[in-house]
């Protein structure tokens, strides 16, 4: 599994490495880890910013490593309404086609299970118009 904070341009690095090992065998899937969250009517980032603060910081403190500042740029994070959480996912589908498995985390430490649950009925929804996006026929 690929740390969902790691950032882009690493994980390319580590698929690629995973590609390799297993020397292009057809079928291999792709489950691919982020962090995000979904809302039309407030900031993402304000919605999940406390409890993926305290998330990261415990896992530094698990790891042994000094603990870290969380800040939002300096993590690969899922964040928008639903078009715009829709539009990143495509993204990575065209970066690792078809085998993509993409699972987004929706609840943190601390959240309201409210947003958590409104949240995740968007994210239902941006899956669906992911999957109608790529049945389109390819002009």
Sequence with gaps: MVDPSLR???????????DAAFRG?????????????V?????P????RYGFTYLRQT???????????VHRENHRL????REEVARQVLDYHRIFGDRLHFVL???YPGQDPARSDRAIEAW????????????????
Excluded: H, Q
Aim: glycine letters at 12%.
């Design 8 to 18: 882009l341009d690493e994980v390319t690095r580590l698929v690629g490495i995973y």
């Design 25 to 37: 065998e057809p079928g291999l899937e792709l489950p691919l880890f982020s962090y995000g969250f």
């Design 39 to 43: 809302s039309d009517d407030t900031d």
């Design 45 to 48: 980032w304000e919605e999940m």
């Design 59 to 69: 896992y530094d403190r698990w790891a042994g490593r000094g603990v870290r500042d």
């Design 78 to 81: 899922i964040l928008g309404n």
């Design 105 to 107: 985390r929706l609840n």
């Design 124 to 139: 239902g929804e941006v899956a669906a118009a992911v999957r109608g996006e790529l049945a389109k026929p390819v002009a």
